[in-house]
């Protein structure tokens, strides 16, 4: 019995429709359709300072903190529907990570996290490891920066990590010793 897939509401068009920024930080953001093959069309501006292109890319410097809100329109082909993007833009207050260096034993599980210092209350920092192959085998460093997993064989690790925090990034190089 084939199933029919419901089509998608103007609620769920985008992957992610709230986006955290930086006053003055070049925005490297992208609203993501749900659905393959459609265009998206700018509504009203979006916020001072950023614009969104049809591929969905939005681009420019926020100018000044606040709460936007603002329709863009996803289109396939000449059906469009509209969809509300809001973007918080923060003052940019600074931020550092701490400790980046983290001690751990072959067969023994470990536990920690990469903490930030400062920053905006209330917004999360994400964490990509921008070089998988220099994760020593068995350990992981996921978006929310906690360092985890089993290491298999003692040794030195440098591993590059891009920390954002509301758009504000920095790359640091997390190190791992195991014994």
């Not at 609203?31 to 950023?50: D, F, Q, T």
């Not at 993007?85 to 940019?92: A, E, I, P």
Request: glycine share 12%; charged share 15%.
């Amino acid at each position: 019995m084939a199933r029919a897939t419901p089509a998608a509401t103007p609620a769920d068009r985008l992957v992610e429709d709230t986006f955290y920024l930086t006053v003055g930080i070049e925005v490297e953001q992208r609203l993501m359709p749900v659905e393959k093959g459609v265009s998206i069309r700018p509504g009203a501006p979006l916020a001072p300072g950023l614009g969104v292109d049809a591929s969905g890319r939005v681009y420019g410097r926020p100018e000044r903190p606040g709460t936007f809100a603002a329709p863009v329109q996803i289109c396939r082909g000449q059906t469009c529907s509209p969809q509300q993007v809001t973007f918080v833009v923060l003052r940019n207050v600074p931020w550092a990570p701490g400790v980046l260096t983290f001690p751990g034993r072959v067969g023994e599980r470990l536990r920690a996290a990469i903490p930030i210092k400062g920053g905006p209350t209330g917004v999360p920092p994400t964490f990509t490891v921008t070089n998988p192959d220099t994760l020593p085998q068995g350990v992981t460093i996921g978006p929310d920066g906690h360092v985890g997993g089993v290491p298999q064989a003692s040794g030195v690790s440098r591993v590059p990590v891009r920390i954002c925090l509301a758009g504000n990034c920095a790359g640091v190089v997390v190190t791992l010793i195991v014994v």
